[in-house]
């Protein structure tokens, strides 16, 4: 590094989020954009896992049903589509039949953090859902997701085979609810200031700049 160079500032920012919730990928899209615009950070984001069907059971659950209201669906199908074109982010909700249960794929965030792959997994499994209509519940589907990603098929096949990280998955969860997270995303920056929604940069950006005034 320049010795000349500025020291840049290492902040903890906590991604509380599921990925069958579209304001999450809009959300996470916008994080980004704040970050670049924050280029004296370096951002250590950890990927906290939150369950919006948390009793799902395996069978799959129609999309059309949720939200039951099919104009209201419509709707709001129509502003998230909207304001997914500003981030670069391809909604497709018309190639959605079903909302797959998440707990897999909240599986593979945690094994592609070890590899240090996590922000590439999570975005592409956004992708693969909404923009793709992929079941991101099905395991070829997420080892094929996690071999783009620079993970090993087999291992990840392995691993999803098992168990591991499902208790950590639930317990994630719950620690959300009795914080009082009830509603995702939801960003917790250095440990102290939370704001929740698919906030615009900017907005995220000041909470970024309180964070750094007052030390990390």
């Known amino acids: 590094m320049n010795a000349l160079s500025p020291l840049r500032t290492r902040l903890p920012i906590e991604v509380v989020f599921d990925l069958v919730c579209p304001w999450c990928f809009i959300g996470t899209r916008r ?6 615009a924050r280029p004296e950070l370096v951002a250590e984001l950890l990927w906290r896992p939150f369950l919006l069907n948390p009793e799902q059971p395996p069978a799959r659950e129609p999309f059309a049903r949720r939200p039951a209201n099919a ?9 998230l589509t909207e304001m997914g074109r500003a981030e670069g982010v391809p909604f497709r909700f018309d190639l959605i039949h079903h909302t797959p249960p998440s707990v897999d794929a909240h599986r593979l965030v945690r094994l592609a953090a070890r590899r240090g792959a996590a922000e590439e997994v999570v975005d592409r499994l956004f992708v693969a859902h909404f923009a793709e209509g992929a079941d991101i519940s099905d395991h070829a589907t997420l080892a094929g997701i996690a071999a783009d990603s620079g ?4 291992a990840t096949r392995r691993f999803l085979a098992g168990e591991q990280e499902a208790e950590a998955v639930q317990s994630e969860n719950l620690r959300a609810h009795r914080l009082g997270i009830n509603g995702v995303p939801c960003f917790v920056i250095a440990g102290r200031h939370a704001i929740a929604g698919a906030q615009e940069p900017e907005v995220l950006q000041r909470l970024l700049d309180v964070a750094l005034t007052e030390g990390v």
Request: net charge positive; charged share 45%.
């Open 31 to 36: 994080l980004r954009r704040a970050l670049r």
């Open 71 to 79: 104009d209201r669906a419509r709707r709001l199908h129509a502003t």
């Open 151 to 154: 993970l090993e098929r087999a």
